[in-house]
């Protein structure tokens, strides 16, 4: 049974305990005729123990101040965990003679990564057991995973800190001997064909991946590309069909790349589509040829041929053109077929062309609202594809889709424990008009019941940056807010990628304030419809969602009464005048240089922390990681600071502060449930529906 959503004022059980204060260091600084004062700067020292001192003492009042709420979290944790079945096991799927799978088991914190030679009825034997790695660290992180043509070798790197700086070895698997490393710093791996040489990716003191290394076991390292242009990034992967290696280069909004084939690794990397500013690609091998995705004739991609040995572009041969209402988002090649990973109208389609010639054939999906991708497809000759599938509704699944018949067969579906049923659960797409008239999609998810009266809580989120869509897929956590009677809804604002590339221009650089106007518009647009009210509206954003947050908080702070800002991107001024910062250089192409007076202009109207201003504003949870490397702990932290000397209101304004983790958050599934837990609780209390 639901519980019944109680509305009553927010209070506490007694006066809260004062709040940290910061103590001020102001760092004064003119840009473009403007003065500006930064008294939380030094915050950014993380060696100075007034830094940690500040944190945990942070860290201590949100706990005595969320105190009313431990056994709602209590409550909440046990919830989830009880939905979630503890021992498990992905679907197998096959790669040169091994089946690979991955498995968990109950009280463990981390995954275990699993073969099986020949059959899945052989032996199993252990690859890597993230739990014993663990010991002794407070994060666990898995990057690459690559094993040599023989499946003798195994290339992985791990990150203990969060600060996704991973450390790369290689280990014999039938000897347990480690054969190589440790190397520092390491991307992406791919092995070449003689199962002796690995080609691996290194980052620079900023943290772009810079250069691409050959290393044979038991010779040195060889430098085989270096980029130096920094707003570009490497990387290095082996086709699928094991013929070549693929070095490329990547910014923003442009690309390069280069091949080596897998049997020569110790030849020169040839070029094969060079960089033009604002080109963009993706290369695979058709076994006879390459297959290209290319933005050259518009935003949204085509896909053309090219030949074994000549990659000129008067020679390139179209095989599936631009469309104005399609995003190609990516292709992969098969001996027999091709696809297509497409987006229309916001939702995935899959295309799956025959090498033979013949008509495409699009795989068909059973609901209006849903998120699908490709699973793991590791053989080059086979008539299948796995793809995976999931919506608000339904749970993650895994397919295979036989490429001749057209039949898909489910594998496995996610099993949620306690009584789920999805039948009880729904979810639709609305429009909402922007203020300058664009359509707005909104996904919106809730529990079946006949509606109270009066405006419902609502949770609304959203994200709307680097073309990346918002998924709209499952959540066994998310039942403990339908549950409860609170409804979701995400915000597909611009800046996303959900109608394409223009989607994406539209809410970037001089354009990026169309992200919070979208937002708000939103928003606005439920309370109208007296789907949610301002006491009853939580809005929630991570990274350059919360950018989004802290935006659209400062703009219009009186139509939410709370606020969850994850790892919150809110100090853009500031950082993106540090070049020195990791990401910097690069994101220029997304959010503008601010030491440029044009884009300064675009920025300085939105930037969360220079816009605080007193005023009323909602209570917020803000959360961050001691070792993010993607946003500094410090822009949450200054943020916090800044804002407690300047609201006007006795709304809760707190800070949380993984010690030991980074962007992502706590790396183990248990206490990734505890944070989301404490989330959720927060969301429940500021919407009236726990009292404690």
Request: net charge negative; proline share 7%; aromatic share 10%.
């Given at each position: 049974?639901?519980?019944?959503?109680?509305?009553?004022?927010v209070?506490?059980?007694?006066?809260?305990?004062?709040?940290?204060?910061?103590?001020?260091?102001?760092?004064?600084?003119?840009?473009?005729?403007?003065?500006?004062e930064?008294?939380?700067?030094?915050?950014?020292?993380?060696?100075?123990p007034?830094?940690?001192?500040?944190?945990?003492?942070?860290?201590?009042?949100?706990?005595?101040?969320?105190?009313?709420?431990?056994?709602?979290?209590?409550?909440?944790?046990?919830?989830?965990?009880?939905?979630i079945?503890?021992?498990?096991?992905?679907?197998?799927?096959?790669?040169?003679?091994?089946?690979?799978?991955?498995?968990?088991?109950?009280?463990?914190?981390?995954?275990?990564?699993?073969?099986?030679?020949?059959?899945?009825?052989?032996?199993?034997?252990?690859?890597?057991?993230?739990?014993?790695?663990?010991?002794g660290?407070?994060?666990?992180?898995?990057?690459?995973?690559?094993?040599?043509?023989?499946?003798r070798?195994?290339?992985?790197?791990?990150?203990?800190?969060?600060?996704?700086?991973?450390?790369?070895?290689?280990?014999?698997?039938?000897?347990?001997?480690?054969?190589?490393g440790?190397?520092?710093?390491?991307?992406?791996?791919?092995?070449?064909?003689?199962?002796?040489?690995?080609?691996?990716?290194v980052?620079?003191?900023?943290?772009?991946?810079?250069?691409?290394w050959?290393?044979?076991?038991?010779?040195?390292?060889?430098?085989?590309?270096?980029?130096?242009?920094?707003?570009?990034?490497?990387?290095v992967?082996?086709?699928?069909?094991?013929?070549?290696?693929?070095?490329?280069?990547?910014?923003?909004?442009?690309?390069?790349?280069?091949?080596?084939?897998?049997?020569?690794?110790?030849?020169?990397?040839?070029?094969?589509?060079?960089?033009?500013?604002?080109?963009?690609?993706e290369?695979?091998?058709?076994?006879?040829?390459?297959?290209?995705?290319?933005n050259?004739?518009?935003p949204?991609?085509?896909?053309?041929?090219?030949?074994?040995?000549?990659?000129?572009?008067?020679?390139?041969?179209?095989?599936?053109?631009?469309?104005d209402?399609v995003?190609?988002?990516?292709?992969?090649?098969f001996?027999?077929?091709?696809?297509a990973w497409?987006?229309?109208?916001?939702?995935?389609?899959?295309?799956?062309?025959p090498?033979?010639?013949?008509?495409?054939?699009?795989?068909?999906?059973?609901?209006?609202?849903y998120?699908?991708?490709?699973?793991?497809?590791?053989?080059?000759?086979?008539?299948?594809?796995?793809y995976?599938?999931?919506?608000?509704?339904?749970?993650?699944?895994?397919?295979?889709?036989?490429?001749?018949?057209?039949?898909?067969t489910l594998?496995?579906?996610?099993?949620?424990l306690?009584?789920?049923d999805?039948?009880?659960?729904?979810?639709?797409?609305?429009?909402?008009?922007?203020?300058?008239?664009t359509?707005?999609?909104?996904?919106?998810?809730?529990?079946?019941?006949?509606?109270?009266?009066?405006?419902?809580?609502?949770?609304?989120?959203?994200?709307?940056?680097?073309?990346?869509?918002?998924?709209?897929?499952?959540?066994?956590?998310?039942?403990?807010?339908?549950?409860?009677?609170?409804?979701?809804?995400?915000?597909?604002?611009?800046?996303?990628?959900?109608?394409?590339?223009?989607?994406?221009?539209?809410?970037?650089?001089?354009?990026?304030?169309?992200?919070?106007?979208?937002?708000?518009?939103?928003?606005?647009?439920?309370?109208?419809?007296?789907?949610?009210?301002?006491?009853?509206?939580?809005?929630?954003?991570?990274?350059?969602?919360?950018?989004?947050?802290?935006?659209?908080t400062?703009?219009?702070?009186?139509?939410?009464?709370?606020?969850?800002?994850?790892?919150?991107?809110?100090?853009?001024?500031?950082?993106m005048?540090d070049?020195?910062?990791?990401?910097?250089?690069?994101?220029?192409e997304?959010?503008?240089?601010?030491?440029?007076?044009?884009?300064?202009?675009?920025?300085?109207?939105?930037?969360?922390?220079?816009?605080?201003?007193?005023?009323?504003?909602?209570?917020?949870?803000v959360?961050?990681?001691?070792?993010?490397?993607?946003?500094?702990?410090?822009?949450?932290?200054?943020?916090?600071?800044?804002?407690?000397?300047?609201?006007?209101?006795?709304?809760?304004?707190?800070?949380v502060?993984?010690?030991?983790?980074?962007?992502?958050?706590?790396?183990?599934?248990?206490?990734?449930?505890?944070?989301?837990?404490?989330?959720?609780a927060?969301?429940?209390?500021?919407l009236?529906?726990?009292?404690?």
């Amino acid at each position: 049974m639901a519980a019944t959503p109680v509305s009553v004022p927010v209070s506490a059980p007694a006066p809260p305990p004062p709040p940290p204060l910061a103590s001020r260091r102001p760092r004064v600084f003119e840009l473009h005729g403007e003065r500006f004062e930064d008294p939380y700067y030094w915050l950014r020292d993380r060696d100075d123990p007034a830094v940690r001192a500040y944190l945990e003492a942070e860290n201590a009042y949100a706990d005595q101040v969320l105190a009313p709420t431990r056994s709602l979290q209590e409550s909440l944790y046990q919830e989830m965990l009880g939905r979630i079945k503890q021992t498990d096991v992905s679907v197998p799927y096959r790669d040169g003679g091994h089946w690979y799978y991955v498995r968990t088991e109950e009280g463990k914190q981390y995954p275990i990564y699993c073969r099986k030679r020949g059959t899945l009825e052989a032996p199993e034997e252990l690859l890597l057991d993230l739990n014993v790695m663990a010991v002794g660290h407070p994060f666990m992180a898995l990057g690459a995973l690559a094993v040599s043509d023989d499946g003798r070798l195994l290339a992985y790197s791990t990150d203990v800190t969060g600060y996704r700086e991973f450390t790369l070895v290689v280990r014999d698997l039938e000897t347990g001997e480690q054969v190589a490393g440790p190397i520092e710093k390491c991307g992406s791996v791919a092995w070449a064909a003689d199962n002796r040489t690995f080609f691996h990716a290194v980052e620079d003191d900023a943290k772009r991946f810079y250069r691409i290394w050959r290393h044979e076991l038991g010779g040195e390292r060889e430098l085989v590309y270096e980029e130096a242009d920094a707003r570009f990034r490497v990387g290095v992967e082996r086709t699928r069909s094991r013929r070549f290696l693929l070095l490329q280069s990547d910014s923003h909004t442009t690309s390069e790349i280069r091949f080596l084939r897998a049997t020569a690794p110790r030849a020169p990397a040839r070029l094969l589509v060079e960089r033009v500013a604002e080109r963009e690609l993706e290369a695979d091998d058709l076994g006879d040829g390459w297959l290209l995705r290319v933005n050259d004739t518009g935003p949204n991609f085509r896909v053309v041929r090219l030949g074994e040995d000549d990659f000129a572009p008067a020679g390139w041969v179209e095989v599936l053109p631009h469309r104005d209402d399609v995003m190609i988002e990516g292709v992969d090649t098969f001996a027999g077929h091709w696809v297509a990973w497409e987006r229309e109208a916001g939702l995935v389609k899959i295309r799956i062309s025959p090498r033979a010639g013949g008509a495409a054939r699009s795989v068909e999906f059973p609901e209006p609202v849903y998120e699908a991708g490709p699973g793991a497809n590791a053989e080059w000759d086979t008539g299948k594809l796995r793809y995976e599938y999931e919506s608000p509704t339904t749970p993650h699944s895994v397919y295979d889709y036989d490429v001749a018949s057209g039949v898909g067969t489910l594998l496995k579906r996610r099993e949620v424990l306690g009584g789920f049923d999805p039948a009880r659960y729904g979810c639709e797409r609305l429009s909402v008009p922007a203020p300058d008239g664009t359509p707005v999609p909104v996904s919106v998810v809730f529990r079946r019941e006949p509606p109270g009266e009066g405006p419902a809580p609502m949770l609304l989120t959203g994200y709307g940056a680097y073309g990346i869509p918002f998924p709209v897929g499952y959540s066994s956590n998310r039942l403990s807010l339908l549950d409860r009677g609170v409804t979701v809804a995400i915000a597909h604002v611009r800046g996303g990628g959900e109608l394409g590339r223009r989607w994406h221009d539209a809410g970037r650089m001089a354009a990026k304030m169309n992200s919070f106007t979208d937002f708000i518009a939103v928003a606005e647009a439920l309370i109208t419809a007296r789907r949610t009210g301002p006491e009853r509206l939580v809005i929630e954003g991570g990274s350059a969602g919360g950018l989004l947050m802290g935006a659209v908080t400062n703009l219009r702070p009186e139509l939410f009464t709370a606020v969850i800002a994850q790892v919150p991107f809110v100090d853009v001024i500031n950082t993106m005048l540090d070049a020195s910062l990791p990401l910097t250089v690069g994101e220029y192409e997304e959010w503008g240089n601010p030491a440029l007076p044009e884009q300064f202009a675009w920025i300085r109207p939105y930037c969360p922390y220079t816009n605080l201003a007193r005023r009323v504003y909602p209570a917020m949870l803000v959360r961050t990681s001691l070792n993010d490397s993607q946003v500094m702990y410090w822009e949450p932290a200054k943020y916090v600071a800044k804002l407690r000397t300047l609201k006007t209101d006795a709304n809760e304004l707190l800070l949380v502060t993984n010690m030991g983790a980074g962007h992502g958050g706590a790396s183990g599934r248990y206490d990734r449930l505890r944070e989301v837990a404490l989330d959720y609780a927060f969301a429940l209390w500021r919407l009236g529906l726990w009292t404690g």
